[in-house]
């Protein structure tokens, strides 16, 4: 029998119970009631690093959040296969109305780093078609940058494809069009915890 008492996952509940439930009780309870309303839909790695809801200090209900391997959206393709990242798109846009959709990338992204990589990873079934999608856009620019910032503009360069892939949903394009939902990109810095945003001109600058 396992012994619940040394699970963190269980001791970490109890902290929350203690501590935090008691002051988002109302909050809870009203999202019970009355459904969630999230202004903005979060498209994330699924790194353990970079938590969205712990960045931006987030309240229960705020933020819709999707999170995979590389924060990689994939384009339009309503091909009836089984599109996870597309669904969650469909129900956050078209069902719940968000306003935002923020892409995040994230510092020292092993999905990024394998897509420079040349070797595939051994022995896994699915991310070495997931990564490959987002090779293209890396390679692109390790040919037009030096060794010293490959990791940091190739991170960046999946944020982009990522945003450039939303556009091709012809239901957020049209709504980002009459101004109903606006695209963020965003790169968040593991070590410093700097957040860059992606500007107008094409470049990432801190907040």
């Not at 597309?86 to 078209?94: I, N």
């Not at 070797?119 to 390679?139: C, K, M, N």
């Not at 940091?152 to 494809?161: N, P, T």
Request: proline share 7%; hydrophobic share 40%.
């Amino acid at each position: 029998m396992t012994d619940l008492s040394s699970d963190p996952l269980l001791a970490g509940y109890r902290r929350f119970r203690a501590h935090q439930w008691p002051r988002a009780r109302a909050a809870y309870e009203t999202l019970a009631e009355a459904g969630q309303t999230p202004h903005t839909l979060f498209l994330a790695c699924s790194d353990s690093r970079a938590d969205p809801a712990l960045i931006f200090d987030a309240a229960p209900g705020d933020l819709f959040v999707v999170r995979n391997v590389a924060n990689l959206v994939p384009p339009y393709q309503p091909d009836g296969g089984l599109h996870g990242v597309s669904s969650a798109l469909e129900f956050g846009v078209k069902a719940l109305k968000v306003s935002r959709i923020v892409v995040m990338g994230h510092a020292h992204c092993g999905g990024v780093a394998a897509m420079r990589s040349e070797s595939p990873p051994p022995g896994l079934d699915f991310v070495e078609a997931w990564i490959d999608q987002g090779r293209p856009a890396v390679r692109e620019v390790l040919h037009t940058c030096s060794h010293d910032h490959a990791e940091q503009l190739s991170e960046e360069a999946i944020v982009r494809l990522s945003l450039d892939n939303l556009r091709t949903f012809p239901w957020i394009a049209e709504r980002e069009a009459t101004g109903a939902l606006t695209l963020t990109g965003l790169h968040f810095g593991i070590a410093d915890g700097v957040l860059r945003v992606l500007g107008d001109d094409g470049q990432f600058q801190p907040v």
